[in-house]
């Protein structure tokens, strides 16, 4: 990987830096949900971690392998049974949350697998969202190019639906980073902010 | 012949160094025959071992100049531009010891006694025949090989390799394999033996001096075998329920397609194959078990693993399944070995793996560019 791979995978995906800024030199990571192995091996560039994903995509695992990145074969849907608790300093989740269904279940296998967890998602109360809402169709735009009709996104949520899933499931917010594009976000998030990254790991 | 390594040649390698097995057993010289494909580098990194799993042989891609028709077991996977690249790397196929393709095996003379060894001939594992193997390895002057790849029981003999000799091996894939079999899998070989073993023209393994062949009993173990390979939808697809003559005979002649499928099937096999090879061979695969001196802990046995692996399982496989190949995989990432996993889907059941698939050699070879660039340092 370049340079410019490097910094063209940053400007594509803003919560790739959001993600690595948390993560130390050579720390363990599991990025579920992988993809073409992009994350990985950007964290693998800028932060020499030790990784694995998971992917069920059979195009998606070639990319992987391509890439010089671990990959298992695997549903999350059902649970992340291959892996042992505690295994991993970060389990990461980026973009793939609001897709999963069985989404309470992941949250908890990710915490039982990971010392912390990461999540990355679209923010639906953006206020380009709400305002799609209010004109009275379902938003498309770059963090949701779906149509209603074949989105594979099962559970979109706001910033604030996401924290009060976490105070009511037990776990502890550690750090949040809300952006729209690269540009960070602090004033009215769940208003101003397209994307949200999160950190957190099981409450006391 | 596109994309075909040609005409090949097999060569014969002789040890003269005393091998002493795993059961205590011992040769005191033995020869394996093996073939090459593709160029060995200067610095003699790039060498990939195929290992060969119950039926296989040194015979693994392109053709012989007197017998064209005769195809290498796995030559869509291997030739130039193929998934196994060689252009890129030297391959290397060899007959096990023990096989009947050529190796010494059952079937070979005894220096000792001037007869086939037969009966006598040492029952070999797993661990026995990579010892074999890194004598081959030697004597090409590898020290240590790029990549081992082999499925079903070639897959368990890559897996030792990185047990036996961690240093010798920098990749390991294991393809339609599993870390152990199960006692239903010892079950069916049992009964493939049990064929053979009660074969009056078996003759206690004796038979080459009674001029006779155990037919019967190697056919029914090879039919038996077959139907294990397979997966239910490919032989209701193959052949339902479709009837030779059309018509029911009432009686225990051929009649309906599949039996005569199994039938020539284990025909084929019986006319060829040794039937104390296929016993040794059903046995080692019983014996394989990393686990067994680490008290059954897979995550102790595969702890002294230093290679890169690259695990692929077959849908519809249910003699080896997805997942028992997830059991390899798990003490991989227990010891944080480098690991990926790949879960073909497919309808060809445990032959899968001798089968050209889109997404199945896009894998191997997506695994085995990186390995050539790494080599090519």
């Known amino acids: 990987m370049t340079q410019n791979d490097i910094a063209r995978l940053a400007a594509e995906r803003p919560d790739f830096a959001a993600i690595a800024a948390w993560i130390p030199r050579g720390a363990s990571v599991l990025d579920l949900g992988c993809g073409d192995g992009s994350l990985l091996r950007y964290l693998r560039e800028t932060r020499a971690v030790r990784g694995y994903g998971v992917e069920i995509n059979d195009l998606d695992i070639v990319s992987c392998i391509a890439n010089g990145v671990n990959v298992i074969h695997d549903d999350l849907e059902s649970g992340l049974s291959d892996f042992e608790d505690g295994s991993f300093d970060f389990v990461i989740l980026s973009q793939t949350l609001q897709a999963t269904r069985h989404t309470e279940a992941l949250i908890r296998e990710m915490l039982r697998v990971g010392r912390e967890g990461i999540v990355s998602f679209p923010n639906f109360g953006y206020w380009r969202n709400r305002l799609g809402v209010l004109r009275g169709n379902m938003p498309v735009s770059s963090e949701l190019p779906y149509q209603w009709y074949d989105t594979p996104n099962v559970h979109l949520c706001t910033l604030h639906d996401f924290e009060s899933f976490c105070r009511n499931h037990n776990v502890a917010v550690l750090e949040r980073r809300v952006m729209t594009g690269e540009r960070e976000v602090s004033m009215l998030p769940n208003l101003l902010g397209s994307t949200a990254v999160y950190r957190f790991q099981r409450g006391l | ?377």
Request: aromatic share 12%; with cysteine; net charge negative.
């Open chain 2, 1 to 377: 012949m596109n994309n075909s390594v040609g005409i090949v040649s097999a060569q014969r390698a002789q040890f003269d160094t005393p091998l002493v097995f795993r059961s205590g057993a011992a040769l005191s010289r033995y020869e394996l025959v093996y073939e090459t494909y593709g160029e060995l580098n200067a610095d003699k990194s790039n060498a990939i071992l195929v290992c060969h799993a119950l039926s296989g042989h040194h015979h693994v891609a392109g053709y012989y100049a007197d017998d064209t028709g005769n195809i290498g077991w796995w030559d869509n996977m291997i030739g130039p531009g193929k998934p196994v690249d060689t252009n890129k790397f030297f391959v290397i196929g060899l007959n096990n010891l023990g096989g009947c393709h050529g190796s010494t095996g059952p079937s070979s003379i005894d220096p000792e006694t001037g007869q086939p060894y037969g009966a006598n001939f040492p029952v070999i594992t797993v661990e026995d025949w990579v010892a074999s193997q890194a004598r081959l390895a030697d004597l090409l002057g590898i020290r240590q090989f790029a990549a081992v790849i082999g499925g079903s029981l070639g897959g368990m003999q890559a897996l030792q390799w990185s047990l036996s000799y961690p240093e010798r091996v920098r990749h390991v894939l294991a393809i339609a394999c599993a870390p152990y079999l199960t006692a239903e899998n010892i079950a069916f070989n049992d009964v493939a033996r049990s064929a053979i073993l009660g074969d009056p023209d078996f003759h206690g393994g004796n038979f080459y001096q009674h001029n006779v062949v155990p037919t019967h009993g190697l056919r029914l173990a090879r039919m038996l075998g077959h139907i294990t390979y397979l997966s239910g939808d490919v032989m209701a697809d193959k052949f339902g329920r479709e009837l030779r003559g059309g018509k029911f005979n009432y009686g225990y002649g051929i009649e309906f397609e599949v039996e005569s499928y199994l039938r020539y099937q284990g025909d084929k096999f019986a006319a060829y194959f040794d039937a104390n090879t296929y016993l040794l061979m059903t046995k080692a695969l019983d014996y394989f078990n990393p686990a067994h001196d680490f008290g059954g802990d897979l995550n102790r046995a595969f702890a002294r693993a230093k290679a890169d692996f690259l695990v692929i399982s077959f849908t519809t496989d249910w003699r080896f399944s997805p997942e028992r190949a997830r059991e390899i995989v798990r003490p991989l990432l227990h010891n944080r070995r480098n690991v990926s996993y790949a879960e073909i889907t497919s309808a060809h059941g445990h032959d899968s793996f001798l089968m050209e698939q889109a997404h199945y050699f896009d894998v191997v070879r997506a695994y085995l560019d990186n390995v050539a660039k790494e080599s090519a340092r």
